[in-house]
Nanobody
Framework: QVELVESGGGLVQAGDSLRLSCAASGLTFSTYTFGWFRQAPGKEREFVGFIGWSRTNTYYASSVKGRFTISRDNAKNTLYLQMNSLKPEDTAVYYC????????????????WGQGTQVTVSS
């Protein structure tokens, strides 16, 4: 079965960087598009960014654009989220998601989700 496993979260200070990974198994990685989402306590899950089949097809929420970068390594079946200049408002559980269709900002279209990894940014 399809499994997505996030890792790399942790507690950091404002201005620091983190790189999240999402290891995928049970699917043909190159045929999927991926999204990153996050959910802060008491808030709705929100879109962070997506990557299409091409590594150059990426799109980001305005709140993270210029600070976060999504990449994929098809040989390693792994998705990444590089987060720089972290802010306290980036504190959330981060999720990766996969689907076979064109990339989307809508969480509803994604078929598979990881369990999430906690990112906490202190001021």
């Amino acid at each position: 079965q399809v499994e997505l496993v996030e890792s790399g979260g942790g507690l950091v200070q404002a201005g620091d960087s983190l790189r999240l990974s999402c290891a995928a198994s049970g699917l043909t990685f190159s045929t999927y598009t991926f999204g990153w989402f996050r959910q802060a306590p008491g808030k709705e899950r929100e879109f962070v960014g997506f990557i299409g089949w091409s590594r150059t097809n990426t799109y980001y929420a305005s709140s993270v654009k210029g600070r976060f970068t999504i990449s994929r390594d098809n040989a390693k079946n792994t998705l990444y989220l590089q987060m720089n200049s972290l802010k306290p408002e980036d504190t959330a559980v981060y999720y990766c998601a996969a689907q076979l269709r064109a990339p989307s900002i809508s969480a509803n279209v994604y078929d598979y989700w990881g369990q999430g990894t906690q990112v906490t940014v202190s001021s």
